[in-house]
């Protein structure tokens, strides 16, 4: 695995043009890491290989198991990424002392350490979990807890926990629904997904304050369905009143800017 997986990273990483320094900082590890990888001396994490294989376009398989120099760029370049899940996908998780899965909690100070340690047992290890034995979550799926922060899903407070359902295979994403995405560049964000037949995704607010934004399918690293949200915030009923306010003129103001253009033109 040493020698195969040094090859391949070298290749790779000169075939995009990357020193040993610069593909350290796009994966978050020291620069004498990469050079040890690259030589066999040292055999990276399982986090640290998929977020490889991540950047790289390709599957765990490929990456540690066959030498892409051979056979040209990988069979998971970003046209052709295992969207559907067929692939192995790694997802750590805990469990209690009768082996029932428990709900890892996010907080959204562990949010940048998510990039990279999302995969990573460790990692998990040292965030906090809880049980919710509740019949809206079944026993035959991966949960987890993001907290979120900003008022950019509003009426949904800042602060609070979002009870997610990991996703396997990104061909189900319903749209309209909410979602907890994890990508490489932007790390989680908690919107709603319209994805298009481009494998094009629309990310939205529910604040009207927030401008939508588009993201490519492959750029996701993990995906969860959110079902529901914990939250400590109670909310006032004059707060509430100010929030169905502020969007009702949100919108009056967006109809009086396309009549006045209508009229113009």
Known sequence: ????????????????????????????????????????????????????????????????????????????????????????????????????????????????????????????ETLPRLALPLPELGNERTYRAFQISGDSMEPIPSGSYIICEYVQNWHEIQSGKAYVVLTHDDGLVFKRLFPDANGELLLKSDNPLYHPYALNINTITELWKALGYLCFNLPQPDEVSLNKLSSVVFEMKKELEELKKNKMG
């Open 1 to 124: 695995m040493k020698n195969i997986l040094g090859n391949n990273l070298k290749y790779l990483r000169r075939s995009k043009g990357l020193t040993q320094d610069q593909l350290a900082d796009k994966i978050g590890v020291n620069r004498a890491m990469i050079g040890s990888y690259e030589e066999g001396r040292a055999t990276p994490r399982l986090s640290v290989i998929q977020t490889l294989a991540h950047y790289f376009g390709c599957s765990l398989d490929e990456l540690i198991g066959r030498d892409v120099s051979s056979g040209g760029s990988p069979s998971g370049s970003a046209s052709a990424k295992d969207i559907a899940g067929k692939n192995l996908r790694i997802i750590s998780t805990l469990v209690d002392r009768d082996d029932k899965e428990l709900i890892t909690l996010v907080p959204a100070k562990a949010s940048a350490g998510y990039l990279n340690g999302y995969a990573d047992p460790d990692f998990i």
